[in-house]
């Protein structure tokens, strides 16, 4: 199983990004995927979640309304549309596998399986 996140970058505020999330090893159809970021200093967030039977969507109070999370199963591959950026997203941002379809309103990392190495937002003021 293979996660590869991609697409962070220097921004400045109020800018926006899109990150992707690679993967192959598994059934992609039948799992949901999670973002999740990390601040120095900070506990990791998840900050989105996209189930995979209805393509439901969770998205953490700090980024609803900015962000927008979506799947290609073609292409096996989640994104995450990053707008209206601030400081405050500057964070390792990673993606996840869930590993049961019924914990998907969890946002605790321990119901993640397999993770990507991360990707680096900076957002500068």
């Known amino acids: 199983v293979q996660l590869q996140a991609s697409g962070g970058g220097l921004v400045q505020a109020g800018g926006s990004l899109r990150l992707s999330c690679a993967t192959s090893g598994f059934t992609f159809d039948d799992y949901a995927i999670g973002w999740f970021r990390q601040a120095p200093g900070k506990e990791r967030e998840r900050i989105s979640c996209i189930n995979s039977y209805d393509r439901s969507i969770k998205y953490g109070d700090s980024v609803k309304g900015r962000f927008t999370i979506s799947r290609d199963n073609a292409k096996n591959t989640v994104y995450l549309q990053m707008n209206s950026l601030k400081p405050e997203d500057t964070a390792v941002y990673y993606c996840?596998?869930?590993?049961?379809?019924?914990?998907?309103?969890?946002?605790?990392?321990?119901?993640?399986?397999?993770w990507g190495q991360g990707t680096q937002v900076t957002v500068s003021s």
């Open positions: 996840a596998t869930l590993r049961r379809a019924t914990d998907w309103t969890k946002r605790n990392g321990d119901y993640y399986d397999y």
